[in-house]
């Protein structure tokens, strides 16, 4: 604290470091002018100043608490804003997150619930489903077609059977299912075992997956739970003479074993998106008429729920051409083939 100026001995400025500025007004000092006088007035003045330097002093230390209060209100302030964005990042993540997942399940479903939990089982060794008649009434020769069904491998013991086929004789062009040891295989032959094309491994043994297969005058089209998997060229789809499961004929020396339902025959071939959207509702519609009913299925042509239905009460139940009148006949089979087993379970 300093005088920095006295003007007339009356008004006198004191600055204390040039934070603030005080004047002090003293006494009219011009009828004093002994020295004794001026003594006594400097003691008053300087009592003055000293009391002031001390209420300073008090006043930074105000301040001083004032700063450290308004510091740490203020890191409060940024650690509250802080925390408000790492929260609203990790909910913008999380929200990444469920669209990514979403996105995953669009290739990799789990495929939902079916009507019941039945399936038809074949034991691999004398069971049978017996092909149909060729030259169905409402499969013509040059239609294209989409052919899906499920089916779980219960073995790994060689076994080789008909998807279907398109002659009447072992001759015709072939769609196999093969299950030989560790090779599971979808193939596509002509002639006695003229191979064309096949898809290994693209499922697990034990479990369930949909097989997919289209048809028309250029190329056969194999899709694996809704994923394209390979192409064959192939003739015409016409005279269609399926075997659904388990009949070895000319191909093989052993019997489908394993576990199928949901065979379906539509006209037109679906594509990509629609064959990937059938994986997703679980079951073989046709997507294009926007309806989830078999019977509803415009361009369904045929299809069997090999116990996946209420009235599913015998084998021969479940093998009857639920849009048509292709049935199928089960040999050396009876009501212990439908099985609890179901692609959800």
Same mark, same amino acid.
């Given at each position: ?108 479903? /789990? ?5 019941? +939990?039945?399936?038809?089982?074949? @034991?691999?060794? #004398?069971?049978?489903?017996? =092909? !149909? ?100 060229? /192939? ?5 269609? +003479?399926?075997?659904?499961?388990? @009949?070895?004929? #000319?191909?093989?020396?052993? =019997? !489908? ?89």
């Amino acid at each position: 604290m300093a005088i920095n100026a006295i003007n007339g001995l009356q008004n006198i400025t004191v600055s204390n470091n040039g934070l603030d500025t005080i004047t002090i007004t003293g006494p009219d000092l011009s009828p004093f002018a002994t020295k004794e006088k001026l003594n006594a007035v400097s003691g008053t003045l300087q009592t003055q100043i000293d009391g002031i330097d001390n209420h300073s002093r008090y006043t930074d230390t105000e301040a001083v608490t004032a700063t450290e209060a308004a510091r740490a209100s203020l890191s409060g302030t940024l650690q509250a804003m802080i925390d408000a964005e790492i929260l609203t990042l990790r909910n913008e993540l999380l929200t990444v997150s469920d669209s990514l997942q979403a996105q995953i399940d669009t290739f990799h479903p /789990a495929p939902p619930p079916f009507s019941n +939990n039945s399936s038809m089982q074949l @034991d691999g060794v #004398v069971e049978q489903l017996i =092909r !149909f008649g060729v030259n169905s009434d409402d499969i013509g020769s040059n239609m294209d077609l989409t052919l899906n069904f499920w089916v779980k491998t219960e073995s790994n013991v060689g076994g080789r059977n008909f998807i279907f086929y398109k002659q009447t004789d072992a001759a015709g062009d072939h769609v196999n299912f093969v299950n030989n040891n560790e090779n599971r295989s979808l193939v596509f032959e002509s002639g006695s075992g003229t191979q064309h094309s096949s898809v290994n491994n693209v499922w697990t043994h034990g479990q369930w997956h949909m097989v997919t297969v289209e048809i028309n005058n250029v190329e056969q089209k194999f899709y694996v739970d809704g994923q394209f998997k390979a192409n064959a060229q /192939a003739g015409n789809a016409t005279d269609l +003479n399926p075997n659904i499961v388990g @009949d070895f004929n #000319v191909l093989g020396p052993n =019997r !489908f074993k394993g576990v199928a339902r949901h065979l379906s025959i539509h006209q037109g071939n679906f594509g990509a998106t629609m064959i990937q959207a059938m994986y997703n509702s679980g079951t073989a519609i046709d997507l294009r008429v926007d309806q989830g009913s078999y019977t509803q299925s415009a361009n369904l042509r045929h299809y069997w729920f090999m116990g996946d239905d209420g009235d599913d009460l015998t084998v021969t139940d479940g093998v009857i051409d639920r849009a048509g009148s292709l049935h199928l006949t089960a040999q050396n089979m009876d009501g212990s083939n439908i099985v609890s087993d179901t692609p959800h379970a």
